[in-house]
């Protein structure tokens, strides 16, 4: 192996390693938020039982339906069936929504996976990074990343679809031209690295407003 090779196996390990720090914070993150929101339901429920104190089943009924509005948003966005892309899938979720971008996602994972948690972090969390970055460029109203997943077979099949600003990207081999920095061109190569190894599938695809990348894994866990 080369001097040459070996510099960029490093560079490509140290990314991977501060990317999976990252991901791992922002569910720690989430994991915060909700102990917080059940610290609160305490509360909710002391001033339930002081309504029923003094008999007021208007007051009850009424703060009843706030909870239960609030309570949309405090459960787990996504429920695949796999702990670790909920745990992701969800992270993301949350961020984007910080920045104004509209997600809908469709995630079904009925079987165990024959994928690390290392290498399911890396796939969806540079995934959705890319999404989320291309979606900032545009204005609030039209920013919008689609998720799916699901099996077809024996495979998982995993599809990301945000808009974008300008005209089709131009393509070079298996990967499109790209401003970003060196850490983005790491991202996607360790996708490809990723999907390779495991003998999978993998095709980007740029239409005029739109990026799509979709990804095939073969899974040895037939359902039981």
Known sequence: MGIFTRKIEKQIGAYQQELIQTHYAEVENMYKQIRGWRHDYRNHIQTMKAYAASEDWEAICNYLDLLDTDLATVDTVIKTGNPMTDAILNSKISLAKSKGIEVTADAHIPVKLNLSEIDLCCIIGNLFDNAIEASMKLPCEQRLIRVYMDMKNTQLY??????????????????????????????????????????????????????????????IHPPK
């Open 158 to 219: 995993i599809s990301f679809t945000n808009f974008t600003a300008g005209k089709k990207m131009n393509k070079v081999g298996n990967l499109f031209q790209t401003t970003k920095g060196k850490d983005h061109g790491f991202g996607l190569v360790r996708i490809d690295a990723i999907v390779e190894r495991l003998d999978g599938y993998i095709s980007r695809n740029s239409e005029d407003g739109a990026f799509t990348t979709e990804i095939l894994l073969p899974t």
